[in-house]
């Protein structure tokens, strides 16, 4: 076996190529959907944007605002903040 048959058995395995889905979230929240919103999220014990985007299929900055107008209103309370993430729970 030459030098060169060498070279090329180790070449002949390569990894998997990984492929990526982009999901669609909605920017603008529907009446009745904002509605079905501000009735379930209380009622979770743990609250964090990522779980409500994951859930309800909206962006991050759209659960953001969200979670802001709950805890104005006094339906959630702030419990705690990660570093990226605030973490909320209900009252």
Not at 12 to 26: L, T
Not at 37 to 60: F, N
């Amino acid at each position: 076996m030459s030098l060169r048959q060498s070279v090329n058995k180790r070449k002949s395995k390569w990894g998997r190529v990984k492929e990526y889905e982009s999901i669609e979230r909605a920017l603008i929240i529907e009446k009745d959907l904002k509605e079905k919103m501000l009735k379930e999220i209380p009622k979770q014990r743990i609250i964090t944007p990522t779980s409500i985007c994951q859930k309800y299929q909206v962006r991050m900055h759209v659960a953001k605002e969200l979670l802001k107008e709950l805890e104005a209103s006094g339906k959630i309370a702030f419990h705690k903040q990660t570093a990226y993430t605030k973490v909320y729970k209900n009252v």
